[in-house]
């Protein structure tokens, strides 16, 4: 028989325990290369759309924006039946933004914070 086929005290092992063995030596290494290409890869398209959203955000969804962010949350309050800077869970679950957190007058800040911050993250 080969000699892969013992172990060091020499009791055999059938192709079963190879294969296993194979299993457990593979995923001791890892697909480390895999792994890496396909994390920098997800940040590079995460990246893009930061940088995106760090351009566009203000004239789409600005203060002064087509459709601004302080009137959509307003209609989001109006729905729930909240008063100014008033969360509750069921809102937040609902419809899960930072902006229910910011001020209505930091809108714009607060794009550009969230768009650099997460431009900062995916490096």
């Not at 895999?34 to 995106?52: D, N, Q």
């Not at 800077?85 to 902006?99: C, D, I, N, Q, Y």
Request: glycine letters at 4%; proline letters at 4%.
């Amino acid at each position: 028989l080969p000699p892969h086929y013992f172990i060091q005290s020499n009791l055999r092992m059938s192709k079963k325990d190879d294969k296993q063995d194979f299993i457990n030596r593979t995923e001791l290494r890892g697909f480390w290369l895999t792994r890496i290409v396909f994390l920098r890869s997800l940040a590079f398209i995460y990246c893009i759309g930061f940088a995106v959203s760090l351009f566009q955000n203000k004239a789409l969804i600005g203060s002064n924006g087509i459709l601004p962010i302080p009137a959509y949350m307003e209609q989001l309050r109006n729905h729930f039946n909240l008063k100014a800077e008033e969360v509750t869970t069921r809102s937040f679950m609902a419809v899960p933004t930072l902006f229910w957190f910011v001020v209505e007058k930091h809108t714009d800040t607060a794009l550009a914070l969230i768009s650099t911050s997460g431009l900062k993250y995916t490096n």
